[in-house]
């Protein structure tokens, strides 16, 4: 079965901190790999999108990596803001089909504080 | 345009109630999908309809009926739900096709009493 799996479940830092949130996926084969942040009730929104052979990609204060050979990714938030309090989900597209048939994680649960 | 509009953001309806969920979306994209949220939890997909034709059904109960009237617009009709059925349900669409971007709507929060 196709997982992904990510870690912490929760986390809570200080207004101004760096985090670092990991994500591990056994899907296979491969397509990409997303980030999307998710506020309590509202859509999850697109944060960055990998391919296999992309190593790193940036947006913003949000800095994803990925690597293919051991299947784990991150996302690096620096100098966070209040605003960063959010779920984060990492969510992986195997090469299969023309619609994408997404794999969530369960995400990480991020409380910045002052 | 980048926007997936999803109406109502609030429902809440009986069992015996029939209802309409509704999502529209103009960024041209032949891919649009239903998912469900629980609180908490990661979306679950429900369907995926690719060039308005149903492409995945993930053995959603018949109680739940999508409809694709054309490529702009994706619709769940929901009849004789049970409470259990109560959650976040987001739509969502895409280019049909690997590695595109997939954008997502508000949500409608569905109650069923």
């Known amino acids: 079965k196709n997982q992904v799996e990510q870690s912490p479940q929760s986390l809570i830092i200080l207004e101004g901190k760096n985090c670092t949130l990991q994500?591990?996926?056994?899907?296979?084969?491969?397509?990409?790999l997303r980030w999307y942040k998710q506020d309590t009730g509202r859509g999850p929104v697109s944060l960055t999108i990998?391919?296999?052979?992309?190593n790193t990609k940036s947006n913003g204060r949000y800095t994803a990596t990925l690597d293919a050979d051991t299947k784990q990714s991150s996302l690096h938030i620096t100098a966070s803001q209040l605003s960063d309090s959010a779920s984060y989900i990492c969510?992986?597209?195997?090469?299969?089909?023309?619609?994408?048939?997404?794999?969530f994680g369960t995400g990480t649960r991020l409380q910045v504080t002052l | 345009d980048t926007e997936v509009t999803q109406t109502p953001k609030h429902l809440v309806m009986g069992m015996t109630n029939k209802k309409s969920l509704k999502c529209e979306q103009h960024?041209?994209?032949?891919?649009m999908y239903w998912y469900k949220q629980k609180a908490k939890k990661p979306p679950e997909l429900m369907f995926v309809?690719?060039?308005?034709?149903?492409?995945i059904n993930e053995s959603v109960p018949s109680r739940f009926s999508p409809e694709c009237p054309n490529s702009s617009l994706l619709n769940l009709h929901l009849h004789a739900l049970q409470p259990e059925d109560s959650a976040l349900y987001l739509c969502?669409?895409?280019?049909?096709?690997?590695?595109?971007?997939?954008?997502f709507g508000q949500g409608t929060r569905l109650t069923v009493v």
């Open positions: 969502a669409s895409s280019q049909a096709g690997m590695n595109t971007e997939a954008f």
């Open positions: 994500c591990n996926y056994t899907v296979s084969p491969f397509s990409n």
């Open positions: 990998m391919t296999f052979s992309e």
């Open positions: 969510v992986v597209s195997p090469n299969t089909g023309t619609a994408s048939k997404l794999t």
């Open positions: 960024m041209g994209h032949r891919a």
């Open positions: 309809y690719s060039y308005e034709k149903l492409s």
